[in-house]
């Protein structure tokens, strides 16, 4: 029998306006960058899968207005993320998007993450952490959204442009992790299983092991009960959410926000 989630609450904001500001990383000490190097090293054994790739932390977070965020983020790497495993360490928050990908038929799909990842069998929407802008170039929604579209073409093959992408919601969950979650166009059932068909066969063909091993669709968070594994934090307000707001009897409301 599933037992009941025992996850702590989710904030789920409601933000339409996000306003980001580069700020200086966490400094370490000796002894905590060195606790944090044997962590990342030791999970690296375990997973070659693991890369140390430049990403984002959120520093701050603050809410002026109603719907109005300022995020302060910082320039780090996926190690620091190991400092959450180091006793006496404080370990920044990460910064990550993905997408709400509807079916025609009112489904919504999730994915299981595949062992080459950092959380191997946890069931999330399509995404990732945010890569760090290049030299002169802001972080801002419209870079948000241009990853949330490379990781959902990564991740299942559907290539939605970024402009299509429409703001959902920001997240504030486990570690103080923020997430921006957008929502995609509905595409065809078989569509879809066409094209993650496709990204998984050429990942075999490479031999590499794909980002997401398998997909589901639901219609409800009481459907996540059936699913074996773990589960992002979010997945059940944000689902819940989007059952209210777009599948609920005489809701005219387009999922991606026109009406």
């Known amino acids: 029998m599933t037992q009941p989630s025992t996850q702590p609450p989710v904030d789920v904001i409601e933000a339409t306006e996000l306003l980001f500001v580069e700020e200086p990383p966490p400094q370490l000490s000796v002894e905590h960058q060195a606790a944090r190097d044997r962590v990342w090293e030791a999970l690296a054994a375990q997973n070659p899968g693991l890369f140390d790739g430049p990403v984002v932390a959120c520093t701050s977070l603050t809410q002026p207005h109603p719907h109005e965020l300022h995020l302060g983020w910082a320039r780090v790497t996926y190690r620091d ?123 075999a063909a490479v031999g590499q092991l794909p980002e997401l091993d398998r997909t589901v669709f639901v219609q409800a968070a009481a459907d996540l009960t059936a699913l074996d594994g773990p589960r992002a934090d979010y997945l059940e307000p944000l689902i819940d959410r989007y059952t209210r707001v777009f599948l609920t009897p005489h809701s005219h409301v387009d999922p991606t926000g026109r009406s």
């Open 81 to 203: 993320f190991a400092l959450r495993r180091v006793p006496g360490a404080t370990a920044p928050p990460s910064l990550f998007v993905d997408v709400l990908q509807p079916t025609d038929d009112r489904g919504l799909l999730i994915a299981r993450m595949s062992t080459a990842t950092a959380h191997p069998g946890r069931w999330h929407f399509p995404g990732g952490s945010v890569e760090q802008p290049g030299v002169g170039e802001p972080l801002d929604i419209e870079a948000l959204r241009r990853n949330a579209a490379r990781e959902l073409l990564e991740e299942l093959g559907i290539d939605t442009p970024p402009h299509d992408l429409t703001l959902w919601a920001v997240t504030r969950g486990d570690h103080g992790n923020i997430g921006v979650h957008f929502v995609a166009p509905p595409q065809p059932v078989a569509l879809i299983a066409d094209r993650f068909t496709a990204v998984l066969s050429t990942a």
